[in-house]
């Protein structure tokens, strides 16, 4: 486990840039041979938008990583954060829960704000408005919510105490979800089932992106599926019944807009009665 941190610690850029560009290339081709939905639709066209805000997303985070990599040393070396908090850990048991702190305070806490939340949900809106969610929707944020999870991850580290090992493992391992869950991909309904009780699974997550409520505000869980079971946000639903989108935001030619989705937090909030058609 040591030799895992360590690696993770001085994980070059280009071994982040294999995981985030040939996770997108495995799932893009499985999609094409193993679909969950025969999309009408022009790929890589849709894919321009989606690509765009995963490179605002990539300059945001690269602009601030300072500032996670100032926190972390600074929790290590004053050894401060939830994880000091008892002596002789073993390192792999503190591993875990690092792991699974960051998952909580930095990606479902933020995630479920954001729901909650106007102004924030008017903002985390862009990711929803996607009507044919694929493995590139799974970084498609408006550049304010690349920042406020950016936020949260760095509280989080703080918090917990979570070294830079901690801290880029739980984000490899969150790009590598990301792309799982959002992937229009078709797993055996049964080993989907399964999986959502350890980790968040393709269908378990894809619930969450049903265009009408309540299924839109359930299954906020980024890696593990605990905290959706834990707190009562989890749901199930018939993933044949699956429609896209946002009820109140449901114009796709505006939603496949770079402009349109930049625009998209100032917009006024509508009733479901005054959704254009």
Do not use: C
């Not at 290590?76 to 939830?82: H, I, K, R, S, T």
């Not at 994880?83 to 829960?97: A, E, H, K, Q, R």
């Not at 992937?183 to 049903?210: E, G, Q, R, T, W």
């Amino acid at each position: 486990m040591e030799e895992v941190l360590n690696y993770f610690e001085k994980i070059p850029t280009l071994h982040r840039s294999i995981i985030l560009v040939g996770g997108i290339t495995f799932f893009w081709i499985l999609e094409g041979n193993l679909p969950l939905f025969n999309f009408n639709y022009k790929k890589w066209k849709h894919a321009i938008p989606n690509f765009f805000f995963t490179i605002t997303t990539i300059i945001i985070n690269f602009a601030l990583a300072f500032l996670l990599l100032n926190t972390a040393d600074w929790v290590a070396l004053n050894q401060f954060g939830l994880l000091y908090i008892f002596d002789n850990i073993p390192i792999y048991i503190s591993v875990f829960i690092g792991i699974l702190m960051l998952d909580l305070i930095g990606a479902y806490l933020p995630h479920f704000l954001e729901h909650k939340i106007k102004p924030l949900w008017m903002i985390h809106l862009v990711h929803h408005t996607d009507h044919k969610v694929d493995i590139t929707t799974g970084n498609r944020h408006h550049p304010l919510e690349s920042i406020i999870r950016f936020t949260f991850t760095l509280f989080g580290a703080f918090i917990i105490g979570a070294n830079i090992g901690i801290v880029m493992l739980y984000q490899s391992l969150s790009v590598l979800s990301t792309q799982f869950t959002h992937a229009n991909i078709s797993l055996p309904k049964k080993i989907d089932y399964y999986l959502s009780f350890i980790i968040v699974s393709p269908d378990m997550h894809k619930i969450h992106h049903h265009y009408k409520l309540p299924y839109t505000d359930s299954n906020y869980g980024n890696v593990f599926s605990i905290w959706d079971r834990l707190f009562g946000t989890y749901k199930r639903f018939d993933r044949d019944k699956l429609v896209y989108g946002v009820d109140v935001f449901y114009n796709e030619e505006k939603n496949g807009k770079i402009y349109e989705l930049l625009k998209q937090p100032f917009q006024k909030y509508r009733k479901p009665s005054e959704v254009e058609n």
